[in-house]
């Protein structure tokens, strides 16, 4: 799988989890922008939130957040997510409020390593 198909995968999933645990009257932000050396992804949501105690371990295997009934999948899809990303030699994390909602970030180097599609 390329590069591209696999970033693209990340971004797929971070806006399906927002739209997910959104109603569907509230917007879905999605920025891309530069920070210093690194290209910066942003999905924010007006959600349910993620509860602070919990937030830590989200983006491990098989972990689903609990508490709203909305809980689907295997809990695999920010694990993968946070394994592209680190792969590709950038970070990713999220801040969240319950009741005010999520912002996912992950930021990629600007100028891919040599070898990888686009470089």
Known sequence: MADVDRLERVVVNLLSNAFKYSTAETPVDVRVEREGDDALVTVEDRGSGIAEDVQAHIFDRYYRVRGDGKAE???????????IVEAHGGRIWCESEVGKGSRFS???????PRGLVGS
């Open 73 to 83: 999948g295997l809990g695999l899809g920010l694990y993968i997510a946070r394994f």
């Open 106 to 112: 992950f930021t990629l180097p600007a100028t891919p």
